[in-house]
């Protein structure tokens, strides 16, 4: 696994932008992310008076290639699900387009509505188990698809 420290703002603004900012210094020094392996970040802030404390490591893997992001993906090319007593599994595969890059997914569910709880999954992930369901309720949920401009 290897390592990228890299220093941002002040104010961070999510993982992504932790990940999008380690990268950048990454160019900056010279240095090239390659396709396919995994690399560990942590980022400090840093202002005139110094650099602070780092956050712990945050591992992430780049893509084997460079994927169209240009395009809505396709649905996922299976969906399953399987009730239990107070849960249900979900268990899908990704779409059959392999060309168009996921991000991730996510799973809204809730009584009557799907968006009264929200979850989200790493793009590796192929189920999730929507646990304490309440019984005799009509539950509804979805699925989506996470693309870079929805992270």
């Known amino acids: 696994m290897k390592r990228l420290h890299a ?4 104010i ?3 993982i992504t932008r932790k990940m999008r900012t380690a990268m ?3 160019s900056r020094e010279g240095e090239s992310l390659e396709p396919g392996t995994e690399y560990s970040f942590r980022v400090s802030a840093v202002t005139i008076n110094g650099t602070g404390p780092a956050t712990e ?3 992430t893997e780049t893509f084997e290639s460079d994927l169209d992001e240009s395009r809505v993906p396709d649905q996922p090319s299976s969906l399953h699900v399987r009730p239990l007593v107070n849960s249900i599994v979900v268990s899908w595969t990704p779409p059959e387009n392999q060309d168009i890059v996921v991000r991730g997914y996510t799973i809204s569910y809730g009584i009557g509505s799907p968006h009264a709880q929200t979850i989200k999954v790493d ?3 192929r189920y999730y188990t929507i646990e304490n369901l309440s019984k005799n309720s009509l539950h ?3 699925m989506f698809i996470v693309l870079q401009s929805s992270v």
């Open 7 to 10: 220093a941002t703002s002040p």
């Open 12 to 14: 961070l603004h999510g």
């Open 24 to 26: 950048k210094t990454a």
């Open 57 to 59: 490591w945050f591992p």
């Open 123 to 125: 793009y590796k992930q």
């Open 140 to 142: 509804l949920w979805c």
